[in-house]
DNA sequence: ACGAGACTTCCATCATGTGGGAACCCTCGA
DNA sequence: TCGAGGGTTCCCACATGATGGAAGTCTCGT
């Protein structure tokens, strides 16, 4: 029953954490106890006793139309104290400037290991917005335009142990490996990554990295609309504000980790 | 060594959920193994082997100067596909005009157990801010101003058995339980709680509950500003305004419970 | 350079968590 | 009204995951 060889003596606590993440994954609809037992492999009492265990503490609650397991209040409340909190409100004013300028929705994700969350999301004045994911959703890294971004900035190595990582999700998502590759591999080039046809048919993203002081791509911007929003000759104009956006982040980020050393 | 009677059945669950509070409590700080220890009476090495695995999963981190341990990154993105993140934003307005309006800084805490936790703080534009409390901080429910204002609004029965709960760690705030039943008792006839010389000598609070659909306080807001930027006179001004705000989170947060049923 | 206190690792032991089974309850759709 | 599928609670034998004492390592301050 045990999937990762480690003996680290802390199964139970690990269980638990699995559970969370796989519940913020299915934010915000939630998932059953069913769901839980397909997922993880583990008989209904026990993650019933883990569950109920979550719920005492309040980082889980459950949805009142479906009793379904979801994200609990006091996890925003730990969450408050740590320093990811800073990063959400050192990006937000580029943000939302971003926005304003190119009038569609921008997303800013970070990656947590194999996974990207959506931290913030702007909308723009255009009255057409493509709001592909809600502000806390998780995705295996690489179906979403942020997430390949991310990818084009690793080694290929790196990048393919991580498709590797999540080639099972990835397939539940119904994304085939060889497009993300050569999308990745494009964006290496490029600079950026597009998608035509990204969540929905007749939308387009483009997404950009953001680098951390070591280089490292720790987070991406994406714009998505629709896709007569971002004809050929627009492009060099959005990306040139999702860079300088990225950018700015990018720097806000190297800043505050060195001025709080 | 069980404190608590309950056979649940998931006690290494239990606490490392335990620890995360506690480093929580002591955020931005954080705190050592050494404190943990002390705080929650287990042998190092169990503790460690804990913090171990909730530092594998991204939910603790070390702090780089001392090697203290601190709130994670992926708290806070867990936590952003809570519910209580709606909380926050929707109340997010009303908090900056209230701050805009009164020139002092203003928090919002929310109940959270026996605790009260910081989820916002807007600062004014009076130049000496008093800024006694950073957002994510967890404090034992009833120390600060918000939180004797919560108390102040539950039956006394309610609140004798928190201050109860809590009588250690008010101790170690060097606060008397006889002044807080006198501050609740003057809250509960008010209307709002007045804490003179509240966190520093020569300072002054206000603060006024929140109430759900049910009635039950599960906020509240408050000003702290220098103690002359509270005379008597200006005392109903400030509460009109506090009150105001508070009533108007009250509403916006029961629409939004009845919007999302 | 030293010592004390803090941190980390190891490992024998056993309490803790596990999971199968089964009974019961609840909700919803037919 | 009934049935089916899910959810919840109980029980218990078992083994293994979690425990904590002890010993080793690191990191300060002096």
Redesign the pocket.
């Known amino acids: 029953?045990?999937q990762d060889g480690a003996?680290?003596?802390?199964?139970?606590?690990?269980?638990a954490f699995a559970i969370l993440r796989l519940v913020a994954a299915n934010s915000p609809r939630g998932l059953?106890?069913?769901?839980l037992?397909r997922e993880m492999g583990?008989?209904?009492?026990?993650l019933?006793?883990?569950?109920?265990t979550l719920q005492d503490g309040g980082l889980i609650e459950?949805s009142r139309?479906?009793?379904?397991y979801i994200i609990g209040s006091e996890l925003t409340l730990l969450g408050l104290s740590s320093p990811m909190r800073h990063f959400r409100e050192l990006a937000s004013g580029t943000l939302r400037s971003l926005s304003d300028q190119v009038g569609d929705a921008v997303f800013l994700s970070v990656r947590s290991d194999a996974d990207t969350v959506c931290v913030d999301r702007k909308i723009g004045d255009f009255p057409i917005q493509v709001l592909s994911i809600e502000i806390g959703s998780r995705r295996p890294l690489g179906i979403s335009a942020n997430g390949a971004a991310m990818l084009s900035r690793m080694t290929t190595g790196k990048a393919a142990a991580i498709l590797d990582q999540n080639a099972d999700r990835l397939q539940s998502f119904g994304v085939e490996r060889a497009v993300l590759m050569e999308r990745i591999a494009a964006g290496r080039t490029l600079g950026y990554v597009q998608i035509r046809h990204a969540i929905v048919e007749g939308t387009s993203a483009l997404a950009v990295p953001i680098l951390d002081v070591l280089g490292q791509p720790v987070a991406a911007i994406s714009t998505i609309a629709i896709a007569w929003r971002q004809p050929d000759h627009r492009i060099p104009l959005l990306i040139g504000l999702l860079q300088a956006a990225a950018a700015e982040i990018s720097t806000a980020l190297i800043e505050d980790a060195t001025r709080r050393r």
């Open positions: 029953m045990a003996r680290s003596g802390t199964q139970s606590i690990e269980r059953r106890l069913t769901d037992t583990l008989p209904a009492s026990t019933h006793r883990i569950l109920k459950r139309e479906g009793r379904r």
